[in-house]
């Protein structure tokens, strides 16, 4: 008797990944020696190993929810069509997520497979393209173009080229312009194609030197402007785009001038509208101040009913790992998330002056704690808990935390905390870091394939703590479709307030946005009631989708 409940406690703690491969074990191979006559030979024997190794690599898999059809294509962001082996993640990723995502509207919808058509018949390789490209070499622009273009320049932190990026192609949706990326940065190398049967990355032969624009170049807009080079008034109805250049540079970086920023304005974009090339630099996330424009602001409201989703839609749809990364992403999470009852991620933003800081430390563990993401561990005058002889809760599984950072210190420290002291509930954390890399290393192929894995990583656990004004945990939240507690870093060395609070939308900041409305000159985050100033930058605009912020 003794002996049965012995084998029943056993098996209790078996997994259901283990239980898969005995059932599938158990079906398949006494069947086999049916059809063989209870004669199984050497190479018999080597296909039942090999099928059993199989389902043991698929362990991981088995606790994965099943996906609808729908569900693998995100609610109708994505299409059929792509070749599934050269870019595992666009049709994987969904069975990763914990979080399903928000639903995109049916317009948002339409709209990217208008997009995907234009995007198609206009871009590199087309008869279009072509003849777009002498019209740039002669230097005017076309009255009524066939195609227009929109050249994003790749620069910056990958936080930065992500969220800019994603923020530029709502541009060229708003405006009916083909998107096209500089491949600078390895952008090829760390994102998959995301429209079908064409490229978004700039080929070779574009005839201007784009990636050396700056405040200097003749053709920014800011400087025609300013110049009078380019005034609204040039174009009245139907007046020839003769007079118009063939490209205009919008510089948007963070020395813009006033005159740059009027981008922003309604006169200002129907002047834009006329210029055939237009190509931007940008490190920021420029959506809220594209909601400020009068023209656009009903087509976004079809687009974005709910609107701190444009990052969630627009970066999922967007931004697919390639296959290199995307094993750096799976293996992490069927080592140390698959088997978690829940996962709490930390995103610590280090600077060369603070980078281990034991006030930040103490910052994360009051906010992680206080908030209940994750239990507090007894003091050392507090007796250790008993320790039970059976699984806890009944085979209760751990608390994955995933920290990020260049520094390993921060997780060091938590993990010494959560092994050396028992947590005051019982519940198991397990810590994790995939890497520290010590220092930011910009251009490094290795070390951005790594950080892209990491806000990947980051944006499927169940809750988020991110670090105030870092794209790195913008990228994350967005991904997620989440609120995160934001650590407050003027909060450090302070004997007031809050270590974090939790963020008023998942949308990134526009951190260097505009500050007044172009026409009455009121407070730019006023002028909408979901264009609000951000919490972590008092300064920037961020997209909310409540009135009462």
């Not at 590199?124 to 994003?152: H, I």
Request: aromatic share 10%; hydrophobic share 40%; proline share 6%.
């Amino acid at each position: 008797m003794m002996k049965m409940k012995r084998l029943a406690a056993r098996c209790n703690r078996w997994t259901p990944a283990i239980n898969g491969v005995l059932v599938a074990f158990v079906l398949v191979v006494p069947t086999l020696i049916i059809l063989l006559g209870g004669r199984i030979g050497e190479q018999q024997a080597v296909w039942i190993k090999t099928a059993v190794a199989g389902i043991r690599r698929d362990d991981a898999s088995i606790l994965r929810p099943k996906t609808t059809g729908n569900e693998r294509l995100l609610g109708g962001l994505l299409v059929e069509g792509f070749d599934q082996e050269s870019c595992h993640s666009r049709y994987q990723s969904a069975v990763y997520r914990r979080n399903p995502g928000m639903k995109p509207s049916q317009y948002l919808v339409s709209k990217l497979r208008n997009q995907e058509s234009l995007q198609r018949r206009c871009g590199p390789g087309t008869a279009a393209y072509t003849n777009a490209l002498e019209q740039l070499k002669s230097g005017k622009s076309l009255a009524s173009p066939e195609c227009r273009y929109l050249v994003s320049i790749s620069y910056r932190g990958l936080g930065n080229r992500i969220i800019a990026a994603a923020s530029e192609f709502l541009y060229a949706l708003l405006t009916d312009r083909v998107f096209l990326v500089d491949p600078n940065n390895s952008m090829d190398e760390l994102f998959c194609e995301p429209f079908p049967n064409t490229s978004w990355l700039v080929p070779p032969g574009l005839p201007l030197g784009y990636r050396g624009f700056y405040l200097s170049t003749p053709e920014r807009y800011g400087k025609m402007r300013e110049d009078g080079v380019l005034r609204t008034d040039q174009m009245n109805g139907s007046a020839a785009s003769g007079e118009l250049p063939a490209y205009a540079y919008i510089h948007l970086d963070y020395n813009q001038t006033d005159h740059d920023k009027l981008f922003f304005c309604d006169d200002d974009q129907r002047l834009l509208s006329n210029i055939q090339w237009l190509i931007i630099r940008s490190d920021s996330y420029i959506a809220p101040g594209l909601f400020l424009v009068e023209a656009f602001r009903e087509e976004l409201d079809m687009l974005f009913p709910e609107r701190d989703a444009v990052f969630h839609h627009l970066g999922r749809y967007l931004f697919h790992p390639t296959n290199g990364v995307w094993g750096l992403i799976t293996r992490y999470h069927d080592a140390h998330f698959a088997w978690a009852q829940r996962v709490v991620g930390i995103q610590v933003r280090v600077f060369p002056w603070r980078s281990e800081s034991p006030e930040i430390l103490k910052q994360i563990k009051t906010c992680t704690q206080n908030e209940g993401l994750l239990p507090a561990v007894l003091g050392e005058e507090e007796a250790e808990p008993a320790v039970k002889t059976t699984a806890p809760r009944g085979g209760a599984k751990p608390t994955a935390v995933l920290i990020t950072s260049l520094k390993a210190w921060y997780h060091d420290k938590m993990k010494g905390m959560y092994w050396e002291r028992a947590t005051a509930n019982g519940e198991v954390v397990v810590f994790g870091q995939p890497s520290h890399e010590e220092i930011q290393r910009y251009g490094v192929k290795s070390h951005e394939h790594k950080a892209w894995a990491e806000m990947y990583l980051l944006s499927m656990a169940d809750t988020l703590v991110t670090t105030g004004e870092s794209t790195f945990g913008y990228v994350a939240h967005g991904l997620a479709g989440m609120r995160p507690w934001v650590l407050d870093m003027g909060m450090i060395n302070s004997t007031v307030g809050w270590p974090c609070s939790r963020d008023m939308s998942m949308e990134p900041c526009f951190h260097i946005a505009p500050t007044k409305g172009c026409k009455r000159r009121e407070d730019a985050g006023k002028i909408v009631p979901h264009v609000r100033h951000c919490k972590d930058r008092p300064t920037g605009l961020k997209l909310v989708d409540r009135n009462d912020w």
